[in-house]
C-alpha cells in the first residue's frame, strides 16, 4: 500500500509541481520572504520543480497564500543562488543544470576526498571501520527494498564518515558545498541501478581502507566519482532539456 501511495504523490506533483509548496505564515515581509525562498528552494533541489521549468508566480502565490512581493524577493535571491534565472520578456524559470559546474565540483570533490581516503588508510580506527561496515549494510537494505530516500542519505553519511574520520573540517566544508551543489543532479540519476553501483563501489573504498591499501582506496573513490561525471554526460544526452554545458 505505501508503493502505490508513493507512486500517486509522484504522479501528483508531476502534474502540479505547486503541489510541494506548503502555505505560510507571518506578518513581516522578510520572514515570509525566507519561508517562501526555502520552499521553492526544496521544491527545486527536490526536483518537484525541474530543471528549464517556467515558474508561474501567481501559482506560487496562490498556494502558499502571500503576496507578489515575497515570491518576487524570494526570486531575486534563488536567482542569485543559481537556481533560477530571469529571461527578459518571458518570466522566471528554474535554472538547467550547468554541466560546466557539475565537472568543477566533481574536480574539487576528486582532488579532496581522493587524498582524504588515501591518508585515511594509514590511520583509520576500528570504531571507524565499524561504522562504514554498518552503513555498508544498510545501504544494501535500502537497495533491496529499494527506498529511494533512505539510499541517499546512506550515501551522504557513508562520505561524511570518511570525512569525519580524517578530522579536518576545512576540507569537509569544502567538500559539502560541493556535495550541495551536486544535489539535483545526483537525484536525477537516482535509480535502482545507480544505487546498485553506488553500493559497489562504496564497498570497495571500505575493503581497500580496511586493507591499509591507501593507493587502492584512492584509486577506489577517483572510480567512483568518475563514474558519476561519466554517467550525468549519458543523462544529459538523453534529457538535454535539463541541462546547459
Do not use: W
Not at 570518511?162 to 579536518?168: M, S, V
Request: glycine share 4%.
Amino acid at each position: 500500500m505505501g508503493g502505490v501511495s508513493t507512486s500517486t504523490n509522484e504522479n501528483r506533483l508531476a502534474a502540479d509541481p505547486y503541489r510541494a509548496l506548503p502555505r505560510v505564515q507571518g506578518s513581516e515581509r522578510g520572514s515570509l520572504t525566507d519561508a517562501v525562498e526555502e520552499a521553492l528552494r526544496a521544491a527545486i533541489v527536490n526536483l518537484a520543480m525541474e530543471p528549464g521549468m517556467m515558474i508561474d508566480k501567481l501559482a506560487v502565490c496562490e498556494r502558499m497564500g502571500v503576496s507578489r512581493f515575497p515570491v518576487s524577493s524570494a526570486l531575486a535571491k534563488l536567482a542569485a543562488a543559481g537556481l533560477v534565472e530571469v529571461l527578459p520578456q518571458r518570466g522566471t524559470r528554474v535554472m538547467p543544470i550547468v554541466m560546466h559546474d557539475i565537472r568543477q565540483h566533481l574536480f574539487i570533490r576528486s582532488a579532496l576526498e581522493v587524498e582524504t581516503v588515501r591518508a585515511l588508510a594509514a590511520s583509520c580506527d576500528s570504531a571507524t571501520l565499524d561504522a562504514l561496515d554498518a552503513n555498508l549494510e544498510r545501504e544494501r537494505d535500502a537497495v533491496q527494498q529499494g527506498l529511494r530516500r533512505e539510499f541517499h542519505l546512506l550515501d551522504l553519511a557513508f562520505h561524511e564518515l570518511l570525512l569525519n574520520a580524517i578530522n579536518l573540517p576545512r576540507v569537509k566544508e569544502i567538500v559539502a558545498a560541493s556535495r550541495n551543489a551536486l544535489d539535483r543532479a545526483r537525484r536525477l540519476m537516482a535509480s535502482p541501478e545507480r544505487h546498485a553501483h553506488t553500493l559497489a563501489e562504496h564497498a570497495r573504498i571500505a575493503q581497500a581502507i580496511r586493507a591499509r591499501n591507501g593507493e587502492a582506496a584512492a584509486r577506489a573513490m577517483h572510480d567512483h566519482l568518475d563514474e558519476v561525471v561519466a554517467e550525468l554526460r549519458r543523462f544529459s544526452t538523453e534529457r538535454p532539456d535539463l541541462f546547459r554545458e
